[in-house]
């Protein structure tokens, strides 16, 4: 099979991540990145080998990155004439207008979470309804909150039945390069009650009823979720079940708080950069082994969120479900996650 | 009556805000207070006017306070001579040891909440068991987290019935005169699943089945509870019926997050600053009005504790319920309350 | 003397802590305060018997506070004709517009550190310039951190000669009360270089030369001051005595970080706390003794400043200078904290 | 020439990353690294095919790791007899037993700066003495708080003559996977005046007078200074030829905190991140160019130390020159940071 085509529109936190991920692909190549002008990021792609275009298609636009000193090989409309599909990586609020963009130049299209599942009328998580989404049109990656939910929740609802959830997310309230945002010292519910992340899950994922509530913490290094989960009647499971289901299931991986002397976030991302992928990601849902406990039908735990990098894997396989590359979503996981680590030294 | 003769055994973090809550009483005066040695706090116990005692009775160690340059009174049985119920509020591990000298004394005394139920037998919150603890030799206050539960729980099992309830406890990590604790830049889940914290609430509370789990967050201004209560069926309550039942319970403040402007904890304790009581310190449980929702039996919301100062007013009324003072709960919280407020300027 | 009537134009972190300060003085009275609008703080200045004023005399914004449910006595043109004195303690950038509004009133008027010393082309630190303010019609009271630095840096230059300063400010990143302001986890220098903050105490002390440099911090509780002092050579010093000196000087506190447990912020504003003033200001400025030490003529110490109150008492002692109530700076700084002192539980 | 054989005893936060950067020169291997026991950093040894020793030579310590599931080739002193240098990367007080090991074995070595320069009787940096380190028996490399010191200032001694520097440190109060220490809020002064990582230069370089002081403030991710530099007289730069000066240092990099968008240590690390380098280090100081000021002959300047590696490319010049493999420090430099730079996707 020839390298399926892949413009990446927005080359900022998510779109440089997708773009090294699709990078490590045998089956996929990155056709460009785009930026709105000439700045930083341009030299990223740049050390990169990736085909740099600018995000409009004005001719005054498009000639400035070559005064910032950057080649550019043209606008979005080019970008997407020689791409088979494109991932949307731009901020939010660009979503319905660039949707139509994509309808006008009939190219596949997949948006991030920051986006509304109506925009697409379908949402996509690997585990959840890789089939659903083979050869469609456009879809929608779902958020980091609720990929992660999805990880550990769709293997549990598998093996138990329909899940009734409540989970508290703690949000990091800003990311690591960003200097502006606070709080310093406080904790911030989101006043709304509950709150969107949870109910989220049900656009991937049946059989699961789910309510959040949210507080933003100070701290720049990953969402922590806590759990309640009440299992069907007669789910046969034990504590230790449910971590051997973990233990098994992809991009999830479980240590111990005080064996591995991981106690917090801070442990957890300095285990990732040990793990050497590019920028110290963690592409898996962490979570804490001596943090999990069913007592009778009620399971209880933590894991740790990195929300800069868990839906990258999960942008590569959305891409295999659009182009009817791969119907297997767990054959899809292994190429992509094995390409991905191969490609670290 | 006579003023009752109150000593205070330690006097950090809770036990000088005891001393001031007592000293606005108009029904109890503090007898003494008591340091390990000469140190800062001494001078604050002399610019309040409280007599300084020893928490030994070893003479060197009384000896030692004059060196300093300290007036001293005398020791632990010196001061325990002189009084007719002693609060200890001595740091953690000591409870054993201090329980055996206040029996041995043959005073009445009342522990924190650091302590466990067992070495008393007997817990005190005030809207919980007041009645309980009348004319008992000693108690326990509850911790702050337990007191905050009972503040807005007790009420809710009081107009409607039985209550299951699921809570997630976002900590803040170290108190604002503790520079030694981290994280700075992490989150980290207490392993224990489930925590102490919640169940706590039952050595206090029938009528709640409640179970919590916890993390600690770089903060440290107020804890915030995320909680989740399944009210009994035919409960009658709507959002708006909750939150009225909260604005005529004491030592609850709720307020809006959007209209009064306080989206977070920062802006809990500047409000509370405003109030003009010592140390800055919120006695009440801050609920969020925005932050609440009840949907069919489930009722949502969040709320804010000023771990330093919350169980103040708690230790005056467990005062007045063990020396056999005021039968009313409701009574007592209206004097201390009142007679704290009108100490201040 | 009959007493003064003082109004505050602006009720927020400043306005309210000085109509605190200017209540417990015996030679003047608040006149009043204004609000823009119905909020939170018009409840703090019923609470305080403080008359409410709308900042503008617009009628419909008066009769907005009568909607909110509060009391309001008129527009500021009323409260400025029913006072001697105005001190500005509104947000920045009003500057301009307000000066004109009192300029027009014929009436005196004390301005904040947010401006700059040319609106009115003087400006006030107590220790530095009382009479050079005496009978003026309009002075600024310099800045938190230029007030910290004339603490120190001016009993220094009396006793010894000219001096000259290079000073690293570190500086709290937003106020407590404050939760929208990062960074989270980072440090950010003022890329402005020098800084204005040193400079600007030459507005009100000859003879020292002073540059500084700054960074803004992830903490919300104090201004730390990295100070290098070149003292003119013969000066006969210690470092002994130059504690000493400051030990003798009004408005600074020194302490050990190592004897008194005080080794960060974080302890020196629990101390505080422990003082008792309102919202638990510290208006002296921290030194720590331990942390200074005298090299040949090179002086090197720390020195901590809280950014919302230490300014509070130099504007009392402003409105002496202004209206000619108190010639000698010492003797107004003893009545104003004295005062302050009285005032306190 | 064959390839030098390079022991790392310890590896944690700076063995791991001199392991890696040794592992992509052309000219040394790293015949193993050593950890106390089976733990997690076994794992990562095993992944990047370093073979495993223990720290001790006592046999059932070397068990152990069997048992945890480890291979391990023998115990450290088996490595030493299988290296030509050890690079000794042990938390700190274990110097003085470990030089003697190393002594014994006969056996070169280096250190790294959290031990004495007495222990070795030299000290290493790159741009600073390479020379003096041609076939010496052990050297230590300084600090990374002396290593950016000497990349700034060294350049500017070259270019213009003897310095006297007065220098600010603003550190980060602990590493990133380090969850323990705080302060959370506050700003803690080193109070040993002045201390001590100024005048660590000077075991390095003359030609330059250096005093510092150092405060701890809550953020994980890099120490900022802030340096104030006499030139001497006659010296002939201006801002932009010192900019320029350092554009052409190897190591440094500059940047404008406005243009660039880099306003703070959270960008700098960003941008780092991108760059590539495992655990998204930066070797290289980072100045901002509009935090940088020459007025007459004083210079004042800000910089970024990544404190976890920027020690690190200096270690492997430091082998270099005890092994006599490369008198020139550029020529060294140029082979370590260029065989990184490839060894990167």
Same mark, same amino acid.
């Given at each position: 099979m020839s390298?399926?085509r892949?413009?990446?529109n927005?080359?900022g936190t /998510?779109?440089?991540r ?11 190549? %990155?056709s ?15 050390r ?7 995000t409009?298609?004005? $001719?005054e636009?498009?000639a400035?990155?070559?005064k910032?000193g950057y080649?550019v090989?043209g606008?979005?409309?080019d970008?997407?004439a020689?791409?088979?599909i %494109? ?5 939010g609020k ?5 949707h139509q963009?994509? *309808?006008?130049?009939g190219?596949?299209?997949i ?5 509304k599942h109506?925009?697409t009328? $379908? ?13 469609a049109k456009?879809?929608?990656v779902v958020?980091c909150n609720t990929?992660?939910?999805?990880r550990?929740l769709? +293997?549990?609802r598998?093996?138990t039945g329909e $899940?009734s959830?409540e989970c ?6 800003a &990311? +690591?390069g960003?200097s502006r945002k606070g709080? /310093?010292?406080a904790?911030?519910? *989101?006043?709304?009650v +509950?709150?969107h992340h949870?109910?989220?899950l049900m ?5 699961i009823?789910?309510?959040?509530l949210?507080v933003?913490?100070p ?5 922590v979720?806590? /759990?309640?989960v009440?299992?069907?009647?007669g789910?046969g499971?034990?504590?230790d079940s449910?971590?051997d289901?973990?233990a098994?299931t992809?991009?999830?991986i479980s240590?111990s708080g005080s064996?591995d ?6 442990? %957890?991302?300095?285990m990732?950069? &040990?793990i050497g992928? +590019?920028?110290g990601d963690?592409h ?5 082994t001596d943090?999990?406990s069913l007592d009778?039908?009620?399971?209880r735990?933590?894991q ?7 839906v990258?894997?999960?942008?590569v396989?959305a891409?295999r479900a659009?182009?009817?590359m791969?119907?297997?979503?767990r054959a899809?996981v292994?190429i992509t &996650?094995?390409? /991905?680590a191969a490609?670290?030294v």
């Amino acid at each position: 099979m020839s390298s399926v085509r892949v413009a990446i529109n927005g080359f900022g936190t /998510i779109g440089k991540r997708v773009a090294r991920a699709i990078q490590a692909q045998p089956d996929m190549s %990155v056709s460009g990145v785009t930026k709105t002008g000439p700045s930083h990021g341009c030299g990223l792609a740049q050390r990169l080998n990736l085909p740099l275009y600018c995000t409009s298609d004005d $001719l005054e636009d498009i000639a400035a990155f070559e005064k910032g000193g950057y080649n550019v090989e043209g606008g979005l409309s080019d970008l997407l004439a020689n791409s088979d599909i %494109v991932i949307d990586c731009a901020p939010g609020k660009m979503g319905q207008s660039n949707h139509q963009k994509y *309808v006008d130049a009939g190219i596949k299209h997949i948006f991030q979470g920051g986006e509304k599942h109506s925009l697409t009328g $379908l949402s996509y998580t690997s585990s959840a309804n890789h089939k659903e989404n083979i050869d469609a049109k456009g879809t929608r990656v779902v958020s980091c909150n609720t990929t992660g939910l999805a990880r550990t929740l769709i +293997p549990l609802r598998d093996a138990t039945g329909e $899940l009734s959830v409540e989970c508290t997310m703690i949000r990091r309230a800003a &990311d +690591p390069g960003d200097s502006r945002k606070g709080p /310093i010292n406080a904790i911030a519910p *989101v006043l709304k009650v +509950p709150s969107h992340h949870g109910p989220d899950l049900m656009t991937v994922a049946g059989g699961i009823g789910i309510t959040s509530l949210a507080v933003a913490v100070p701290t720049t290094i990953m969402h922590v979720h806590s /759990i309640v989960v009440e299992l069907p009647g007669g789910h046969g499971m034990t504590t230790d079940s449910v971590l051997d289901l973990w233990a098994k299931t992809p991009r999830v991986i479980s240590m111990s708080g005080s064996i591995d002397k991981i106690p917090s976030t801070a442990e %957890v991302m300095e285990m990732a950069r &040990d793990i050497g992928r +590019p920028w110290g990601d963690l592409h898996e849902i962490f979570v804490w082994t001596d943090g999990a406990s069913l007592d009778g039908n009620t399971l209880r735990y933590f894991q740790a969120i990195h929300q800069e990098s868990d839906v990258i894997p999960e942008n590569v396989d959305a891409v295999r479900a659009l182009m009817g590359m791969e119907h297997d979503w767990r054959a899809s996981v292994e190429i992509t &996650d094995s390409s /991905i680590a191969a490609s670290l030294v």
